[in-house]
Nanobody
Framework: VQLQASGGGAVQPGGSLRLSCAAS????????MGWYRQGPGKQRELVAD???????DFAPSVGGRFTISRDYAENTVSLQMNSLESEDTAVYYC?????????????WGQGTLVTVSS
């Protein structure tokens, strides 16, 4: 599986950005796709992910501001980020998480930098 992310950039507080990620290779119906981020001096954390059935998890800090969507025909996942705050500044990573018997196998895209600053 390969993941290709796009859409990062610089924006002022209160602005919006949209991240997109395309997956290629063997994609399974059980795969969970989403986004993680790693801010300066912080650990990587889940931003949002989505199962094929439409079940979504969001980090509490982004709920109500970010939305996630998937195009199952195109094997893409997108993250619409609104009302961006300086705390959202981070490198964002596209993730595909594949359930295994004893856990998950993770695939990562290259990071894309989001900078929120006035």
């Amino acid at each position: 599986v390969q993941l290709q992310a796009s859409g990062g950039g610089a924006v002022q507080p209160g602005g919006s950005l949209r991240l997109s990620c395309a997956a290629s290779g063997s994609i399974f119906s059980s795969d969970i796709m989403g986004w993680y981020r790693q801010g300066p001096g912080k650990q990587r954390e889940l931003v949002a992910d989505m199962t094929r059935e439409g079940s979504v998890d969001f980090a509490p800090s982004v709920g109500g501001r970010f939305t996630i969507s998937r195009d199952y025909a195109e094997n893409t996942v997108s993250l619409q980020m609104n009302s961006l705050e300086s705390e959202d500044t981070a490198v964002y990573y596209c993730n595909l998480r594949r359930p295994q018997d004893l856990g998950f196998e993770n695939f990562w895209g290259q990071g894309t930098l989001v900078t929120v600053s006035s």
